[in-house]
Nanobody, 123 residues
């Protein structure tokens, strides 16, 4: 499966942005999907994940209450709605998928990765 993240951009602190993860080559329907990000000079970190049917989600403490992950299996899309954005949310955001269908937080459990989309939050 090929994944492509999109929807990034420049937003002011306190604003909102929604990034999307689209799949091609196979359906996302049975796959668990996660969002990760890498800020300049920092390690990649887990942001949020959702299991195959959307019934279970996990969030990093740093985004809990501000970000929402959701999926539309009919459209083969996974979304990350980001509200109350902070400058420290600035990063390249990547989506990833795993065949087990779980909402893993460990990047090593994801076998499919897409190219990232840049999110920049200005102060």
């Amino acid at each position: 499966v090929q994944l492509q993240a999109s929807g990034g951009g420049l937003v002011q602190a306190g604003g909102s942005l929604r990034v999307s993860c689209a799949a091609s080559g196979r359906t996302l329907r049975s796959l668990g999907v996660g969002w990760f990000r890498r800020a300049p000079g920092k390690e990649r970190e887990f942001v949020a994940s959702v299991n195959w049917n959307g019934g279970s989600t996990v969030y990093a403490n740093s985004v809990k209450g501000r970000f929402t992950i959701s999926r539309d299996n009919a459209e083969n899309l996974v979304y990350l709605q980001m509200n109350s954005l902070k400058p420290e949310d600035t990063a390249v955001y990547y989506c990833a998928a795993n065949r087990e269908g779980y909402d893993y937080t460990d990047a090593g459990k994801y076998g499919y990765w897409g190219q990232g989309t840049q999110v920049t939050v200005s102060s």
